[in-house]
């Protein structure tokens, strides 16, 4: 079932409105959970759009897991050519899934970007990147985006959306300070 890759996952107009607000307002201060070099990340400033797209995918999801899931992070890449992300897991706990949006609206794939998760058997799994594509994975598999190679004009872009069941919301935001419960 994993990864789970879905295609033309906006709307057109959804997938523009949350492209624009990406332009702007990057820095160099992203790291992977277990360390590793930085990479470019955004902080959420137009929260209304990142909420609206993620309850958008949330319901898209609930289908594909047949689950009640909590919107509990939202978190905004970008790479520029031979900036290397670190295999890395976004939450241990089990009912934690994570939903990677590719949010790049021009892309050639032979720029690279590709985004790479390794599964609970060891295998390796390649999904390439194109734009309003995204693939779910449980949060605690190792993944990671590969960089654009030197023929990539500009970056990378990506925003991660993380669900928990409904039924582990209060153990999350116990683990984790920054989860909003009433979100």
């Known amino acids: 079932m994993f990864p789970h890759n879905i295609s033309d996952v906006l709307t057109v107009q959804k997938f523009l409105d949350l492209h624009q607000t990406l332009k702007n307002d990057w820095s160099c201060s992203n790291t992977s959970y277990s360390g590793g070099a930085q990479s470019w990340g955004k902080i959420c400033r137009n929260d209304l759009i990142n909420f609206s797209v993620g309850s958008y995918i949330k319901l898209k999801l609930m289908k594909v897991l047949k689950k009640d899931l909590r919107l509990i992070k939202v978190q905004i890449n970008g790479q520029t050519p031979f900036q290397e992300s670190q295999f890395h897991i ?7 899934w994570t939903f990677v949006l590719f949010t790049e609206p021009e892309w050639n794939v032979e720029w690279g970007g590709e985004f790479v998760v390794q599964d609970s058997a060891g295998k390796y799994h390649y999904t390439p990147y ?3 594509t995204g693939v779910l994975i449980p ?5 990671k985006g590969q960089s654009p190679n030197s023929q990539c004009p500009g970056m990378r872009t ?3 959306f993380s669900y928990c069941a409904s039924d582990i919301i209060d153990i999350m935001c116990y683990n984790y300070s920054y989860i909003n419960k009433f979100l």
Do not use: G, L, Q, Y
């Open 90 to 96: 976004d939450f241990s706990e089990s009912k934690v």
């Open 130 to 132: 194109i734009p309003n």
């Open 139 to 143: 949060s605690n598999w190792t993944h």
């Open 158 to 160: 990506t925003v991660a």
